[in-house]
Structure formats: C-alpha cells, structure tokens
C-alpha cells in the first residue's frame, strides 16, 4: 500500500477484512506512524519528501520485489489495483478526452483543446473564449495549478504560477485554459466498473465547499440535483468509463451552474478522500470493491441494486488556522486526540493518534469525521462538543470554522421556497459570525474581519470558501 495517512489505514482495514495481509511503505520521519503499526509488514522508500519517498516508483517497485506483493495499492497513482496505465493516462489529461468527445459526448465547458506552451499562446487562447478564464494543469488535482484570471496581465501572471506549481507538484508543467463558470457547484459521479463491461454509478458527492480549491466539507446525496440531472450526470460517467475501458472505482467531476447545467471537468482514477459518505448512503466497500475488480471478478451488483439510504455528511479536519493567511498549516505533536466514535452513526477515517507529529512534508489533514442519516445536525452537535474539548487553539478553530459552516442558514428563493443550504459565503460573514459565536477568536482575527469589511465582498465559489 503505497500511501501513507488516513488511506493506508482505511485501506488495511478492509484489507484485514478481506484475510489479505499487507506492506505499508513508509519514509523515515513516518517509522512510527499508524500506518506502519497497522500493517503486517514496513518498508522504509526513501526521506521526508515525497519525490523521494512515497512517490519515488523504483523505491517502491524494489519494496513490491523484496516482500513478493502480489498487488499494490495506491489511491494517487494506481498501478495494480485499478485501470490500465494507458486508461489512466487518458482520463487524467483532458485534452485527450477532447479527440474522443464525439463519440463520448461529455458536456463540456468551453476550453482549449490544446496545450499552451508560452504565456502570450495562453493569453491569445483566453481572448478567443472570453474572460474570465480559469489556467489549470492538465495533470493537476487538489487545487494545484489553478488560478483564475480576469484579463491579460492577470493571464500571463497565471500561466508563470500556474506552470510552476504544476511541475512542482505533478511533474509535468502543461496548461490548459477553460472558461471560468462564475458561482459554480461542485458535484461529483462516483462510478464503478469491472473488466467485463459492467459499469455503475454510485449517486453524487457535492463538493463545494472548498478553500484554496480543496475540499473541505463533502455532502451525499447533493440538496441541490433532481432525480433527472442525477441520472443523466451517471449515464455520462458511465458512459465514458465504458468507452476507455476502465476497470475500478473512480471519480467523474462535474461543475453544474445555477440552472442545473453540468460540464465535464475531469476522471479521477483513484479512491477519493470523501469516498466514505458514497459507502454511507449504499452500504459498499469500495475498497473491497476495488480489490475484487483488480483480481478479475464481476461486480455483484447493477445499477438498480445502488440506493440511496439516507444522507451523509464529511468533515475534513486541518492542522490548519482558517484565520491565518485562510488556513496555515501547523506543525508540531499531537498532545491530545479522542475520535467521537462514542455517537451513532458517526465514522472517522484517521492516520494519527495521540504523539503523532504534524510534518511540514506532507498534508495537514488529520482526519475525517463522517455522520450519516440525521448528518447536518450531528455533525453540529459532534463538532460543537470536540471544539469544546482541549485539544490546540489552532485545531478546535478548524473545528470551530467547520461548525460555523454547518449553521449557515438556509437558502430561500424569492417564492420563499426552501432552495438548500448556503454553499457560497463570504469571507467577511464568516468571520462576522464567528466573532458573535467563539470566544477563541484572536484579536487579530477581528482586525481581519474589519478589513475585510472595508474591501470589496469576495464569494469564494469553486476558488474554496
């Protein structure tokens, strides 16, 4: 398993269910992790960073050799337990798609089918779809790569950044330029497919609530989808995880506007960090799922045998101050941690324990809270009660940031008709409500607010809360 964190656990877990024992690998500063402890056997890829540990493909081929796994797993860039690398290769860089499309037919949004190479090619591309324009790594994923721009300069500023972040964080600095959809939602198709041609959707995950285009809190099924958007967003997943033959569990990302229009954005071909609010709502394992694709088997199920059972509801928890440079990692040890699983109906998926250190390498994300069936007003209650607890300033303000999104008020449209919950607030609003609800708020943070409250109101939409 070559992941570290939450998913090398969540992954064990199924595995132990399963009688498949397992090799987690692991760098040198994670030899005492909970990934480590968890596993049958550990093998040590490499130091801290990640290109020369976790992703380092030839420290991991040798640990494949020298244990004899007859399998490998990894949710960032499966080898063995998921589709054809040249499938992968496909789904992942868009532009591919693009050559396929008419045979497909994906809503897309309007882009470039091309790459751009220099910054003047990305501004002349921008000018013939029309600001704004959103500059994304083709590769990209996690809010990597991504800036928005409004005009010329802002575009070659982008491209610069762009380009940059994405050869840092993918290895491959290629852009592509799409038109930016204002007030978007993020929704999500989560498919299933095996090597015999059958293929499910799963129903939707909204994701948009977001901040530096990461998620942040992940709801199934959408408030917002009818029964006829639904169905058609799964037979257009479906439909092109059929037409280049994938074999796995993956994810088709959508961004759907205000009048339920939805435009294809990207295939993820790999077990996404909100997959547990899918298993929620239809009582599948997707890792187990995965497993038995990988060995060959057919699925079980068809697409009538998929429900929708009830509602659930993900937090993602940071080491992170949302109210400082809008959620700074912190780093350091974990003095204290207690996981709510005392409650019903509520899971937490975590690759940390008490003593376990924050690194500056790897992601800040400890851990994440799921509740399903009554999911908005128990994860209120659950956030509210951990917040309360004595765990750092800077996590019970995570906690506190994640509460105050939760009891946004409802949206009503001008009939007085309940429309679903708040997904798109301001900055300042936010802070406005947190300085009347939490005591824990810093001065400083205050003084932010009230400047904020002398600028222009920004709404972070699919640029992250």
């Not at 399903?372 to 906690?399: C, E, H, W």
């Not at 949206?411 to 607030?425: I, L, M, P, T």
Request: charged letters at 25%; proline letters at 4%.
């Amino acid at each position: 398993i070559a992941n570290r964190g939450e998913i090398a656990c969540r992954v064990i877990k199924t595995c132990k269910k399963m009688g498949i024992q397992t090799v987690a690998v692991h760098s040198d500063v994670d030899s005492s992790a909970v990934h480590v402890k968890m596993a049958d056997e550990a093998v040590c890829v490499g130091p801290a960073p990640t290109s020369k540990s976790y992703l380092n493909m030839d420290a991991i081929m040798d640990a494949i050799r020298v244990t004899g796994a007859q399998a490998h797993f990894n949710s960032s860039a499966p080898l063995a337990i998921s589709a054809a690398v040249e499938v992968i290769a496909a789904v992942n860089k868009r532009h591919v798609l693009t050559v396929m499309d008419p045979y497909i037919h994906m809503c897309i949004c309007p882009f470039t089918p091309r790459l751009c190479q220099t910054a003047e090619e990305a501004v002349k591309i921008a000018q013939q779809i029309g600001y704004p324009v959103m500059i994304k790594a083709s590769a990209g994923g996690g809010g990597k790569g991504m800036r928005i721009a409004w005009n010329d300069e802002e575009t070659r500023e982008g491209f610069r950044f762009s380009s940059q972040e994405a050869a840092s964080s993918f290895g491959d600095d290629r852009l592509l330029i799409e038109k930016y959809i204002d007030n978007p939602r993020h929704i999500e198709i989560q498919v299933l497919a095996d090597k015999h041609g059958n293929a499910l959707w799963l129903n939707e995950r909204e994701c948009s609530i977001q901040r530096r285009n990461q998620k942040v809190v992940e709801e199934a099924p959408s408030t917002f989808l009818d029964p006829v958007t639904r169905r058609a967003m799964g037979e257009q997943a479906v439909q092109l995880a059929r037409a280049v033959q994938y074999s796995s569990a993956g994810t088709v990302e959508f961004l759907v506007d205000s009048k339920k229009n939805f435009y294809f954005l990207e295939m993820n071909t790999r077990l996404q960090v909100e997959h547990p609010i899918t298993e929620c709502i239809t009582g599948l394992d997707l890792v187990e799922q995965m497993i038995r694709v990988a060995k060959g088997y057919q699925l079980q199920h068809t697409q009538e045998d998929i429900p929708i059972n009830g509602w659930a509801i993900e937090c993602r928890v940071y080491a992170e101050d949302p109210y400082k440079s809008f959620g700074l990692p912190s780093i350091g040890r974990l003095s204290q941690y207690q996981e709510p699983l005392n409650l019903d109906k509520v899971r937490v998926d975590s690759g940390i324990q008490e003593g376990s250190d924050i690194s500056i390498y790897y992601d800040p994300m400890i851990s994440k809270m799921t509740v399903d069936k009554m999911a908005v007003a128990n994860a209120r209650y659950i956030l509210g009660q951990i917040s309360k607890s004595p765990l750092s300033v800077t996590v019970n303000k995570f906690l506190c940031f994640l509460h105050l999104i939760l009891t946004k008020k409802d949206k009503y449209n001008d009939k007085n008709e309940k429309v679903g919950r708040c997904q798109s607030c301001t900055l300042t609003a936010l802070s406005q409500a947190f300085s009347k609800s939490h005591d824990i708020m810093m001065p400083e943070v205050r003084q932010l607010s009230a400047h904020r409250m002398q600028q222009k109101s920004v709404t972070y939409s699919n640029q992250g809360l």
